[in-house]
């Protein structure tokens, strides 16, 4: 846009509502103000709905609502403001004939108009009031005799409940504009207009495929100035870009990518193809590292904290502390380009960055940190609005907790009014993606495989990353990353009583896990290598395994992790001491704890795997009590499963999905 001619102010036309609110200024600025009668708490209270009202920066509000707004402010049930609130009332009544609305806006000039040196007008010409009646009055002045007749009609209609009279466009026609008597410059020609692209993102937020790239388009083909080539155009390609790209339509991403970036150099625009280049950038390859943006004068700096998030891809292998200094870079590259005026402080890019860091600190496992930064963002972040770090934030965190087998509290979080509410169907399709890994993982660990294939796998929402060996042993054909395939092949063959043969992925598993810093996944490797010693007579040495990681894992972030090493410890300990008492009475508490882990987990085959070795232990001690005791829980536990095994049906899980799916529709229907 270098060079060319820019366009002139926006062209002011009456609107209905500008009557009322010439009213309210001629009533309590010259009718009530001069006499100095009005309440002062009043008066500050309509200065501040008509500085809102007339800098017209929020959508203009009905006869029947301004009215409402002077009857509710203070000291509104004074003699002198029940007076003001009656004339306002009766200012549509008294503009019913065309003579009285000419009358009216001729009588506006005394307001803004000096009559002399001494006495000064009520409202200066270049304050917010003064200019606003003036330029109203202008415009009054330009209407043709047809044109005060349609404005006259326009406000009847609309104090009588119209939202629509006379807020149509104008239509700027050298044949046809008769409207206006006389006709300036911006006039004779349309000049671009901020609805279309309001409908764009309107369409956007809806999910329209129709109406939302139309409005785009039709917004970039207008009039922004007088040349041929509007130069805009690879705007509304990058804008389509993002489009396709937030709903994983990466081949039509890149096949307009292309075109944008070709649009940008012919037009000169190197900030707009800065952005091209980096969203080329995000688009999956099959290259076995990372395409990461070079720090440039136009790279924004959320495309460096982008470029956290495919390092932190466990198909990398790469290493977090190579996240956490490309986050450094992302947060240095922000406070430059704040401090050099590039951009303005925001909340969501500053919340950006601790969202990164709650993340990176989970991966890493300090989830106390982790849990920190995650309420340092919920605290900036507004409720009920489309943001992607608040909407992140709260996914983690509940699928946490749903982890630690608090599936209540986590999809209460999921669907409480303030994290769905207000959000783009793009952004409710990652939500709803939320609510059902959180529903698959409870109904995986309760071992309902009849219903999660008859009900849960049929609604699994199309934009899914869903792999079933995230919760299942299966030998489906889609594998996982390479660190959690190996874990995943040792835990598979653990399963099946060949634990030796899964030694060599189980190795590599835990070299890759220390390498990149992921210390969960290398506690429970450590915790596997321990289990699978068992089988070579090595209990001593699986049990000082064991113990060098226990401290971090009774903390309890990890529950799962937390039960498996309990009964692993258990068992060495019972085979360290060849079923000693002394043994048998060391292990006892190791097998409780996990046994009430995997119980508040739902994860039935576990525990009764816990409580078959509990009632041998209860018998060789002797405790016959305790021995028919947690026999009793272990019947229980496998009545519950084989129950839940064979029920096709969840009420409390189908109860969460409808409602998922009548929120769905609240927020396609706006």
């Known amino acids: 846009m270098d060079g060319r001619v820019t366009p002139p102010p926006v062209h002011h036309v009456l609107r209905p509502h500008h009557i009322d609110l010439i009213a309210m200024l001629l009533l309590i600025f010259k009718e009530y103000e001069l006499q100095k009668t009005l309440p002062k708490d009043f008066l500050l209270y309509m200065y501040r709905v008509l500085l809102m009202e007339t800098s017209e920066v929020i959508e203009h509000r009905s006869h029947q609502h301004m009215l409402a707004m002077v009857k509710v402010a203070p000291n509104a049930d004074t003699p002198v403001v029940q007076g003001l609130i009656g004339a306002l009332e009766n200012v549509a009544t008294q503009l019913r004939a065309l003579d009285q609305l000419t009358n009216f806006f001729l009588s506006t000039p005394s307001i803004f108009v000096e009559k002399s040196d001494d006495q000064p007008a009520v409202l200066r010409r270049s304050s917010m009031f003064g ?6 009055f202008v415009s009054f002045i330009k209407l043709s005799f047809y044109g005060v007749i349609q404005l006259q009609k326009d406000y009847q209609a609309w104090v009588n409940g119209s939202s629509h009279a006379g807020y149509g466009p104008i239509e700027k026609d050298m044949l046809t504009s008769d409207i206006w008597l006389f006709k300036t410059s911006s006039d004779l020609k349309s000049w671009a207009r901020p609805e279309p692209f309001e409908a764009w993102e309107k369409g956007l937020a809806t999910g329209d495929d129709i109406i939302g790239p139309e409005n785009l388009r039709r917004y970039f083909e207008q009039h922004f100035h007088e040349h041929n080539d509007s130069g805009v155009r690879q705007h509304a390609l990058l804008n389509l870009v993002r489009m396709h790209y937030t709903r994983k339509e990466y081949p039509a991403a890149s096949k307009l990518l292309r075109e944008a970036i070709a649009v940008a150099r012919t037009s000169g625009d190197r ?117 992607p770090n608040r909407l992140k934030t709260l996914i983690n965190r ?36 939320a609510v059902w890994h959180i529903l698959a993982l409870r109904t995986s660990r309760r071992g309902q495989r009849r219903f999660f294939d008859d009900f849960l796998l049929p609604r699994r929402p199309s934009s899914s990353t869903f792999v079933s060996k995230e919760y299942f042993f299966d030998e ?140 041998v232990v209860y ?48 927020l396609a229907s706006r």
């Open 476 to 615: 489906s054909s889609t594998s996982l990353p390479a660190l959690n395939m190996e874990l995943h092949e040792v835990m598979n063959a653990r399963r099946r009583g060949q634990a030796v043969a899964a030694i060599q992925p189980l190795l590599q598993a835990l070299w890759q896990a220390e390498f990149q810093g992921r210390f969960p996944l290398y506690r429970l490797g450590m915790t596997l290598l321990a289990d699978v010693g068992l089988e070579f007579g090595m209990s001593e040495h699986c049990q000082q395994l064991i113990l060098g990681i226990m401290p971090q894992i009774l903390s309890g972030q990890e529950m799962e992790h937390r039960a498996f090493a309990n009964h692993t410890l258990a068992r060495c300990m019972i085979a360290s001491t060849d079923s000693s008492k002394a043994g048998l009475r060391n292990a006892l508490p190791c097998l409780l704890m996990a046994e009430a882990d995997y119980m508040s987990m739902s994860m039935l085959e576990a525990t009764s795997e816990v409580q078959q070795l509990l009632v």
């Open 271 to 387: 900030i707009t193809l800065q952005h091209c280049i980096s969203m080329l950038h995000r688009l999956p390859s099959l290259n076995e590292t990372p395409v990461l943006n070079e720090i440039q004068p136009d790279l924004h700096p959320l495309e460096v904290l982008f470029d956290v998030t495919k390092l932190l891809d466990p198909q990398y292998g790469q290493p977090l502390t190579l996240c956490f200094e490309k986050l450094t870079e992302a947060i240095a590259l922000h406070n430059h380009w704040v401090d050099t005026k590039q951009a303005m402080p925001r909340d969501a890019d500053i919340c950006s960055h601790n969202a990164m860091q709650a993340v990176l600190w989970q991966t890493l496992g300090c989830y106390d940190l982790a849990d920190v930064e995650e309420s340092f963002v919920l605290s900036i972040t507004r409720a009920e609005r489309d943001d």
């Open 619 to 666: 018998h060789n001690l002797g405790m016959t009590a305790e021995e028919e005791g947690a026999f009793e829980r272990y019947m229980q536990s496998t009545k519950l499963a084989q129950a839940f095994e064979e029920n096709p049906a969840d009420p409390e899980a189908t109860r969460v999905w409808d409602t998922v799916t009548e929120i769905g529709k609240s």
């Open 131 to 136: 200019f606003f009646v003036r330029r109203c």
């Open 398 to 433: 509940s699928y946490r907790r749903a982890r630690n087998g608090l599936y209540p509290e986590a999809l209460a979080l999921l669907l409480h009014p303030e994290t769905w509410r207000g959000l783009s169907l793009d952004a409710y399709h990652q939500w709803a993606e």
